[in-house]
Protein backbone atom coordinates (compact mmCIF):
# COMPACT_ATOMS: atom_id res chain seq x y z
CA UNK A 1 0.00 0.00 0.00
CA UNK A 2 1.33 3.19 -1.37
CA UNK A 3 1.73 6.21 1.78
CA UNK A 4 -0.79 7.93 0.06
CA UNK A 5 -3.16 5.76 0.58
CA UNK A 6 -2.91 5.36 4.40
CA UNK A 7 -2.43 8.95 5.07
CA UNK A 8 -5.64 11.56 6.09
CA UNK A 9 -7.26 13.64 3.35
CA UNK A 10 -5.12 16.90 3.33
CA UNK A 11 -6.65 20.21 4.15
CA UNK A 12 -6.46 21.76 0.84
CA UNK A 13 -5.24 20.92 -2.56
CA UNK A 14 -4.77 23.22 -5.06
CA UNK A 15 -4.05 21.71 -8.83
CA UNK A 16 -3.25 22.77 -11.93
CA UNK A 17 -1.46 26.09 -11.50
CA UNK A 18 1.28 28.08 -12.64
CA UNK A 19 3.66 28.50 -8.79
CA UNK A 20 6.00 31.09 -8.34
CA UNK A 21 9.26 29.86 -6.90
CA UNK A 22 12.43 30.89 -5.24
CA UNK A 23 16.03 28.54 -5.81
CA UNK A 24 18.50 28.81 -3.30
CA UNK A 25 20.48 31.89 -4.68
CA UNK A 26 16.27 33.53 -3.85
CA UNK A 27 15.77 33.76 -7.94
CA UNK A 28 12.31 34.23 -8.97
CA UNK A 29 10.57 31.50 -11.19
CA UNK A 30 7.54 29.30 -12.43
CA UNK A 31 6.89 26.01 -12.16
CA UNK A 32 3.83 25.18 -14.46
CA UNK A 33 1.23 22.34 -14.08
CA UNK A 34 1.60 22.43 -10.39
CA UNK A 35 -0.07 21.54 -7.05
CA UNK A 36 -0.05 23.22 -3.37
CA UNK A 37 -0.35 20.15 -0.82
CA UNK A 38 -1.79 22.17 2.54
CA UNK A 39 -1.89 20.72 5.88
CA UNK A 40 -2.87 22.13 9.29
CA UNK A 41 -2.37 25.37 7.67
CA UNK A 42 1.19 24.87 5.99
CA UNK A 43 2.59 23.81 3.02
CA UNK A 44 3.25 20.14 2.55
CA UNK A 45 4.43 19.57 -0.60
CA UNK A 46 4.67 21.21 -4.08
CA UNK A 47 4.71 19.10 -6.84
CA UNK A 48 3.08 18.13 -10.46
CA UNK A 49 -0.75 18.03 -11.12
CA UNK A 50 -0.42 14.65 -12.30
CA UNK A 51 0.61 13.47 -8.45
CA UNK A 52 -1.85 14.37 -6.41
CA UNK A 53 -4.41 13.51 -8.86
CA UNK A 54 -7.18 10.86 -6.45
CA UNK A 55 -5.84 12.27 -3.57
CA UNK A 56 -8.09 13.30 -0.85
CA UNK A 57 -8.45 16.83 0.54
CA UNK A 58 -11.53 18.77 2.61
CA UNK A 59 -11.27 21.09 -0.37
CA UNK A 60 -10.40 21.15 -3.42
CA UNK A 61 -9.23 24.40 -5.77
CA UNK A 62 -9.08 23.70 -9.35
CA UNK A 63 -6.38 26.35 -9.81
CA UNK A 64 -5.73 26.24 -13.83
CA UNK A 65 -5.50 29.30 -15.96
CA UNK A 66 -4.07 30.81 -12.46
CA UNK A 67 -0.99 31.74 -11.08
CA UNK A 68 -0.27 30.54 -7.45
CA UNK A 69 1.57 33.62 -5.49
CA UNK A 70 2.79 33.72 -2.07
CA UNK A 71 0.28 36.50 -0.20
CA UNK A 72 1.23 39.99 -0.65
CA UNK A 73 2.22 41.68 2.45
CA UNK A 74 1.69 45.40 3.43
CA UNK A 75 4.48 46.47 5.10
CA UNK A 76 2.99 49.67 6.75
CA UNK A 77 0.27 51.29 6.62
CA UNK A 78 -2.85 52.39 9.11
CA UNK A 79 -5.57 50.03 8.26
CA UNK A 80 -8.58 52.47 10.13
CA UNK A 81 -7.68 55.39 7.80
CA UNK A 82 -9.66 53.69 5.28
CA UNK A 83 -12.57 56.14 6.80
CA UNK A 84 -10.69 58.93 5.99
CA UNK A 85 -9.90 57.94 2.27
CA UNK A 86 -10.06 60.83 -0.25
CA UNK A 87 -10.96 63.51 3.06
CA UNK A 88 -7.73 65.35 2.66
CA UNK A 89 -6.46 65.31 -1.16
CA UNK A 90 -4.02 67.78 -3.16
CA UNK A 91 -2.24 69.32 0.24
CA UNK A 92 1.12 69.26 1.38
CA UNK A 93 2.13 67.24 3.89
CA UNK A 94 2.32 69.76 7.28
CA UNK A 95 -1.42 70.99 5.92
CA UNK A 96 -2.39 67.87 5.15
CA UNK A 97 -1.74 66.49 9.00
CA UNK A 98 -2.60 69.54 10.90
CA UNK A 99 -5.83 70.90 9.59
CA UNK A 100 -7.33 67.64 8.20
CA UNK A 101 -6.21 64.35 9.92
CA UNK A 102 -5.11 65.13 12.86
CA UNK A 103 -8.03 67.37 13.99
CA UNK A 104 -10.15 64.34 12.71
CA UNK A 105 -8.41 61.81 14.22
CA UNK A 106 -9.04 63.14 17.56
CA UNK A 107 -12.71 62.20 17.26
CA UNK A 108 -11.90 58.66 16.97
CA UNK A 109 -14.04 56.08 18.96
CA UNK A 110 -13.56 52.22 18.88
CA UNK A 111 -16.13 51.77 16.90
CA UNK A 112 -14.90 53.77 14.26
CA UNK A 113 -11.54 52.13 14.31
CA UNK A 114 -13.43 48.71 14.37
CA UNK A 115 -15.51 49.32 10.96
CA UNK A 116 -12.05 50.80 9.41
CA UNK A 117 -10.13 48.02 10.05
CA UNK A 118 -13.08 45.84 8.50
CA UNK A 119 -13.21 47.36 5.57
CA UNK A 120 -9.76 47.56 4.93
CA UNK A 121 -9.26 44.06 5.75
CA UNK A 122 -11.90 43.64 3.19
CA UNK A 123 -9.78 45.43 0.52
CA UNK A 124 -6.70 43.83 1.38
CA UNK A 125 -8.49 40.21 1.19
CA UNK A 126 -9.39 41.24 -2.44
CA UNK A 127 -6.54 42.65 -3.50
CA UNK A 128 -4.23 39.25 -2.30
CA UNK A 129 -2.94 40.64 0.41
CA UNK A 130 -2.56 37.88 3.21
CA UNK A 131 -0.88 40.15 5.91
CA UNK A 132 -0.25 43.65 7.24
CA UNK A 133 2.00 45.66 9.50
CA UNK A 134 -0.17 48.28 11.05
CA UNK A 135 0.67 51.22 13.15
CA UNK A 136 -2.75 52.82 14.55
CA UNK A 137 -4.53 53.84 17.66
CA UNK A 138 -7.23 51.72 19.52
CA UNK A 139 -5.35 48.24 18.00
CA UNK A 140 -6.92 45.76 20.81
CA UNK A 141 -10.11 46.43 18.65
CA UNK A 142 -7.78 46.06 15.20
CA UNK A 143 -6.60 42.63 16.70
CA UNK A 144 -10.30 41.12 17.56
CA UNK A 145 -10.97 42.23 13.88
CA UNK A 146 -7.62 40.28 12.31
CA UNK A 147 -8.49 37.13 14.39
CA UNK A 148 -12.13 37.02 13.23
CA UNK A 149 -11.65 37.84 9.51
CA UNK A 150 -8.50 35.31 9.36
CA UNK A 151 -5.37 38.24 7.91
CA UNK A 152 -2.00 37.45 9.87
CA UNK A 153 -1.22 41.15 11.07
CA UNK A 154 2.03 42.41 13.10
CA UNK A 155 0.42 45.21 15.27
CA UNK A 156 1.60 47.77 16.82
CA UNK A 157 0.09 50.37 19.36
CA UNK A 158 0.91 54.23 18.16
CA UNK A 159 1.92 56.75 20.58
CA UNK A 160 3.15 60.56 20.98
CA UNK A 161 5.41 61.81 23.55
CA UNK A 162 2.87 64.27 24.57
CA UNK A 163 0.56 61.55 25.78
CA UNK A 164 3.36 61.52 28.66
CA UNK A 165 4.30 57.62 29.61
CA UNK A 166 1.63 56.28 29.49
CA UNK A 167 1.38 56.23 25.47
CA UNK A 168 4.47 54.27 25.76
CA UNK A 169 3.11 51.66 28.64
CA UNK A 170 -0.01 51.49 26.38
CA UNK A 171 1.63 50.82 23.21
CA UNK A 172 3.96 47.89 25.72
CA UNK A 173 1.16 46.44 27.39
CA UNK A 174 -0.71 45.97 23.61
CA UNK A 175 2.16 44.23 22.27
CA UNK A 176 2.86 41.61 25.04
CA UNK A 177 -1.17 41.10 25.67
CA UNK A 178 -1.81 40.28 21.86
CA UNK A 179 1.82 38.74 20.46
CA UNK A 180 1.15 35.07 18.91
CA UNK A 181 -2.37 35.95 19.44
CA UNK A 182 -5.16 34.28 16.38
CA UNK A 183 -3.41 31.18 16.43
CA UNK A 184 -0.49 32.85 16.12
CA UNK A 185 -1.11 34.94 13.28
CA UNK A 186 -0.82 37.97 15.14
CA UNK A 187 2.84 39.29 16.02
CA UNK A 188 3.26 43.26 18.00
CA UNK A 189 5.63 45.67 17.80
CA UNK A 190 6.15 48.37 19.83
CA UNK A 191 5.15 51.35 18.11
CA UNK A 192 6.45 55.33 18.99
CA UNK A 193 5.34 57.46 16.09
CA UNK A 194 8.57 59.10 14.44
CA UNK A 195 11.84 60.92 15.99
CA UNK A 196 9.64 64.44 15.55
CA UNK A 197 6.67 63.29 17.75
CA UNK A 198 8.30 61.16 20.00
CA UNK A 199 11.80 62.65 22.19
CA UNK A 200 14.94 60.77 22.34
CA UNK A 201 14.51 59.80 26.11
CA UNK A 202 11.14 57.93 25.24
CA UNK A 203 12.99 56.28 22.00
CA UNK A 204 15.43 55.20 24.29
CA UNK A 205 13.02 53.87 26.52
CA UNK A 206 11.27 52.10 23.81
CA UNK A 207 14.39 50.50 23.14
CA UNK A 208 15.50 48.90 26.54
CA UNK A 209 11.59 47.62 25.96
CA UNK A 210 11.89 46.16 22.96
CA UNK A 211 15.24 44.48 23.96
CA UNK A 212 14.14 43.06 27.69
CA UNK A 213 10.99 41.47 25.88
CA UNK A 214 12.23 40.39 22.39
CA UNK A 215 9.84 42.42 20.50
CA UNK A 216 10.55 44.58 17.40
CA UNK A 217 9.91 48.63 16.74
CA UNK A 218 8.18 50.01 14.34
CA UNK A 219 8.21 53.71 13.62
CA UNK A 220 8.14 56.51 10.87
CA UNK A 221 11.82 57.79 10.62
CA UNK A 222 13.32 60.29 7.64
CA UNK A 223 10.10 59.93 5.55
CA UNK A 224 10.83 62.26 3.05
CA UNK A 225 14.19 65.04 2.75
CA UNK A 226 12.14 67.97 4.67
CA UNK A 227 12.05 65.74 7.92
CA UNK A 228 16.07 65.43 7.24
CA UNK A 229 16.88 68.51 6.50
CA UNK A 230 14.50 70.41 9.49
CA UNK A 231 16.79 67.61 12.04
CA UNK A 232 19.61 68.39 10.66
CA UNK A 233 18.84 72.57 11.36
CA UNK A 234 17.65 72.06 15.12
CA UNK A 235 19.41 69.24 16.14
CA UNK A 236 22.18 68.99 13.92
CA UNK A 237 21.27 65.05 13.41
CA UNK A 238 19.30 63.42 10.85
CA UNK A 239 16.78 61.27 11.69
CA UNK A 240 18.55 57.91 10.98
CA UNK A 241 21.23 59.35 13.22
CA UNK A 242 18.21 59.98 15.90
CA UNK A 243 17.42 55.99 15.71
CA UNK A 244 20.97 55.28 15.75
CA UNK A 245 21.70 58.06 19.32
CA UNK A 246 18.97 56.37 21.14
CA UNK A 247 19.34 52.68 20.66
CA UNK A 248 16.99 52.07 18.05
CA UNK A 249 18.53 50.83 15.63
CA UNK A 250 19.97 48.13 18.53
CA UNK A 251 16.40 46.64 17.85
CA UNK A 252 14.73 45.06 15.13
CA UNK A 253 12.96 48.00 13.62
CA UNK A 254 10.79 48.08 10.50
CA UNK A 255 11.07 52.09 8.80
CA UNK A 256 8.34 53.19 7.74
CA UNK A 257 9.27 55.04 4.21
CA UNK A 258 12.88 56.46 4.52
CA UNK A 259 12.87 58.57 1.57
CA UNK A 260 14.85 61.22 3.46
CA UNK A 261 17.34 58.66 3.99
CA UNK A 262 20.89 59.81 3.60
CA UNK A 263 24.46 58.54 2.23
CA UNK A 264 25.61 59.59 5.36
CA UNK A 265 22.65 57.39 7.20
CA UNK A 266 23.80 54.22 5.30
CA UNK A 267 26.50 53.24 7.16
CA UNK A 268 24.70 53.25 10.34
CA UNK A 269 22.03 51.18 9.00
CA UNK A 270 24.39 48.64 7.87
CA UNK A 271 26.26 48.47 10.98
CA UNK A 272 23.13 47.95 13.12
CA UNK A 273 22.76 45.46 15.42
CA UNK A 274 19.39 44.61 14.81
CA UNK A 275 17.18 43.49 12.20
CA UNK A 276 16.61 46.49 10.10
CA UNK A 277 14.10 47.24 7.14
CA UNK A 278 12.45 49.82 5.16
CA UNK A 279 8.95 49.99 4.24
CA UNK A 280 8.13 51.51 0.72
CA UNK A 281 4.99 53.30 -0.27
CA UNK A 282 5.83 54.99 -3.54
CA UNK A 283 2.10 56.30 -4.27
CA UNK A 284 1.74 58.48 -1.47
CA UNK A 285 5.28 60.05 -1.96
CA UNK A 286 3.99 60.78 -5.62
CA UNK A 287 0.76 62.43 -3.97
CA UNK A 288 2.63 64.61 -1.83
CA UNK A 289 5.07 65.94 -4.46
CA UNK A 290 8.24 64.33 -2.69
CA UNK A 291 11.24 65.02 -4.19
CA UNK A 292 12.61 61.69 -3.48
CA UNK A 293 11.67 58.13 -2.79
CA UNK A 294 12.65 55.26 -1.10
CA UNK A 295 16.58 54.40 -1.78
CA UNK A 296 15.90 50.95 -2.88
CA UNK A 297 19.52 50.15 -4.40
CA UNK A 298 21.57 51.48 -2.49
CA UNK A 299 19.49 50.04 1.16
CA UNK A 300 19.92 46.39 -0.98
CA UNK A 301 23.64 46.99 -1.25
CA UNK A 302 24.05 47.11 2.06
CA UNK A 303 21.50 44.26 2.78
CA UNK A 304 18.49 46.32 4.59
CA UNK A 305 15.25 44.16 3.15
CA UNK A 306 12.90 46.75 1.66
CA UNK A 307 9.04 45.74 1.84
CA UNK A 308 6.10 46.87 -0.28
CA UNK A 309 3.58 49.14 1.66
CA UNK A 310 0.96 51.39 0.89
CA UNK A 311 0.81 53.45 3.92
CA UNK A 312 -2.99 54.43 5.31
CA UNK A 313 -5.84 54.99 2.82
CA UNK A 314 -6.03 58.56 3.63
CA UNK A 315 -2.85 59.29 2.03
CA UNK A 316 -3.04 56.68 -0.51
CA UNK A 317 -6.45 56.45 -1.20
CA UNK A 318 -6.06 52.47 -1.65
CA UNK A 319 -4.45 49.73 -0.06
CA UNK A 320 -3.23 47.85 -3.23
CA UNK A 321 0.27 46.40 -2.87
CA UNK A 322 -0.49 45.33 -6.60
CA UNK A 323 -0.20 49.17 -7.29
CA UNK A 324 2.90 49.65 -5.14
CA UNK A 325 4.80 46.78 -6.38
CA UNK A 326 4.39 47.96 -10.09
CA UNK A 327 5.56 51.64 -9.10
CA UNK A 328 8.01 50.48 -6.97
CA UNK A 329 9.67 48.97 -10.15
CA UNK A 330 8.67 51.89 -12.21
CA UNK A 331 10.17 54.73 -10.34
CA UNK A 332 13.13 52.80 -9.50
CA UNK A 333 13.82 52.99 -12.77
CA UNK A 334 13.06 56.63 -13.52
CA UNK A 335 15.23 57.37 -10.48
CA UNK A 336 18.22 55.68 -10.89
CA UNK A 337 18.04 56.23 -14.89
CA UNK A 338 18.60 52.69 -15.42
CA UNK A 339 15.63 50.64 -17.15
CA UNK A 340 17.82 47.26 -15.93
CA UNK A 341 16.54 48.30 -12.60
CA UNK A 342 14.56 47.58 -10.63
CA UNK A 343 13.52 44.04 -12.84
CA UNK A 344 10.00 42.46 -12.83
CA UNK A 345 11.59 39.37 -11.08
CA UNK A 346 13.30 41.64 -8.25
CA UNK A 347 9.69 43.19 -7.80
CA UNK A 348 8.50 40.41 -7.35
CA UNK A 349 11.15 39.47 -4.54
CA UNK A 350 10.30 42.62 -3.19
CA UNK A 351 6.60 41.94 -3.06
CA UNK A 352 7.25 38.19 -1.33
CA UNK A 353 10.61 37.44 1.00
CA UNK A 354 11.88 40.69 1.28
CA UNK A 355 8.91 42.03 2.70
CA UNK A 356 8.17 38.74 4.79
CA UNK A 357 11.95 39.90 6.16
CA UNK A 358 10.77 43.24 6.54
CA UNK A 359 7.78 42.20 8.82
CA UNK A 360 10.19 39.68 10.95
CA UNK A 361 7.94 36.52 9.20
CA UNK A 362 10.77 35.11 7.06
CA UNK A 363 10.82 31.91 8.78
CA UNK A 364 7.42 31.03 8.42
CA UNK A 365 5.51 33.27 4.54
CA UNK A 366 7.18 35.14 1.92
CA UNK A 367 7.29 32.24 -0.38
CA UNK A 368 5.40 28.68 -1.54
CA UNK A 369 7.42 25.74 0.33
CA UNK A 370 7.50 22.77 2.28
CA UNK A 371 6.98 23.85 5.85
CA UNK A 372 5.71 27.30 5.19
CA UNK A 373 2.39 28.84 6.44
CA UNK A 374 0.05 28.22 3.12
CA UNK A 375 -0.51 31.86 3.11
CA UNK A 376 -1.59 31.98 -1.38
CA UNK A 377 -3.23 33.81 -3.83
CA UNK A 378 -4.70 32.82 -7.00
CA UNK A 379 -4.05 35.22 -9.53
CA UNK A 380 -6.22 34.91 -13.09
CA UNK A 381 -4.18 35.68 -16.34
CA UNK A 382 -7.08 34.74 -18.24
CA UNK A 383 -8.49 38.09 -19.03
CA UNK A 384 -7.39 40.49 -22.04
CA UNK A 385 -5.07 43.06 -20.29
CA UNK A 386 -2.90 39.95 -19.67
CA UNK A 387 -2.54 38.13 -22.90
CA UNK A 388 -0.27 37.01 -24.36
CA UNK A 389 1.85 35.77 -21.66
CA UNK A 390 5.85 36.33 -22.81
CA UNK A 391 7.62 37.28 -19.84
CA UNK A 392 5.34 36.15 -16.94
CA UNK A 393 6.95 38.01 -14.66
CA UNK A 394 6.35 41.17 -16.69
CA UNK A 395 2.72 40.17 -17.20
CA UNK A 396 2.57 39.26 -13.19
CA UNK A 397 3.83 43.29 -12.39
CA UNK A 398 3.02 45.13 -14.76
CA UNK A 399 -0.43 44.30 -16.57
CA UNK A 400 -1.94 42.25 -13.89
CA UNK A 401 -4.25 43.80 -11.48
CA UNK A 402 -5.49 43.38 -7.99
CA UNK A 403 -8.87 42.74 -8.97
CA UNK A 404 -7.06 39.71 -10.86
CA UNK A 405 -7.20 38.02 -7.72
CA UNK A 406 -9.49 35.34 -7.67
CA UNK A 407 -8.56 33.70 -4.06
CA UNK A 408 -7.07 34.48 -0.98
CA UNK A 409 -5.69 31.46 1.10
CA UNK A 410 -4.67 32.92 5.09
CA UNK A 411 -3.32 29.55 7.39
CA UNK A 412 -4.95 27.08 4.88
CA UNK A 413 -8.35 28.92 5.04
CA UNK A 414 -10.17 30.45 2.41
CA UNK A 415 -11.33 33.60 3.23
CA UNK A 416 -11.87 34.36 -0.58
CA UNK A 417 -12.61 32.15 -3.41
CA UNK A 418 -13.64 33.24 -7.02
CA UNK A 419 -13.86 36.47 -5.72
CA UNK A 420 -16.36 36.23 -3.05
CA UNK A 421 -15.62 37.91 0.69
CA UNK A 422 -16.29 34.59 2.96
CA UNK A 423 -15.06 36.04 6.49
CA UNK A 424 -16.41 39.49 6.01
CA UNK A 425 -19.90 41.43 5.67
CA UNK A 426 -19.02 44.90 3.33
CA UNK A 427 -22.13 46.27 2.91
CA UNK A 428 -23.14 46.15 6.92
CA UNK A 429 -20.04 47.71 7.61
CA UNK A 430 -19.94 50.29 4.44
CA UNK A 431 -23.77 50.95 5.99
CA UNK A 432 -22.76 51.58 9.56
CA UNK A 433 -19.72 53.76 8.79
CA UNK A 434 -21.85 55.56 6.48
CA UNK A 435 -24.09 56.80 9.41
CA UNK A 436 -20.78 57.38 11.37
CA UNK A 437 -18.98 59.75 9.06
CA UNK A 438 -20.51 63.02 10.23
CA UNK A 439 -19.42 62.70 13.44
CA UNK A 440 -16.03 61.57 12.61
CA UNK A 441 -15.49 64.07 10.10
CA UNK A 442 -16.60 67.32 12.23
CA UNK A 443 -13.72 69.66 12.86
CA UNK A 444 -16.04 72.67 14.41
CA UNK A 445 -13.54 71.38 17.49
CA UNK A 446 -10.23 72.99 16.66
CA UNK A 447 -8.90 69.88 18.61
CA UNK A 448 -5.71 68.20 17.12
CA UNK A 449 -4.38 64.51 18.01
CA UNK A 450 -0.95 66.23 17.84
CA UNK A 451 1.10 68.57 16.21
CA UNK A 452 2.58 68.17 13.01
CA UNK A 453 5.94 70.01 12.79
CA UNK A 454 8.98 68.32 11.90
Known sequence: MTPSAVESPAGLIITGCTV????????????????????DGVVAEVTGAEAVAGRAADEWIDARGQVALPGLINCHTHAPMVALRGLAEDLP?????????????SNLTERDVELGARLAC?????????????????????????AECGMRALLGQAYFSSQGPQGRERSLGFALRHHGSADGRITTALAPHAPYTVDDADLAATAELARAHGLPVHLHA??????????????????????HRTGILDTDVLIAHGTGIVESDLPLLERADGRTAVATAPRGYLKFAWPTTTPVRALRDIGVPVGLATDGAASNNSLDVWEAMALTSLIQKSTEGDPRWLTARQALHHATLQSARAVGLAESVGSIAP?????????????????PVHDLAATLVHSARSADVRTTVVDGRVLM?????????????????????PALVDRSHGRRIQEYGA
Open 93 to 105: TEEWFNDVVWPVE
Open 417 to 437: RDRELLTIDVPEVVRELGERL
Open 122 to 146: AEMIRGGVTCFADHYFAMDTVAAVV
Open 222 to 243: AENRDQTETSLARHGVTPIEVL
Open 20 to 39: LTHDDQEGVGFAQDAAIVVR
Open 371 to 387: GRRADIVLVDLTGPHTQ
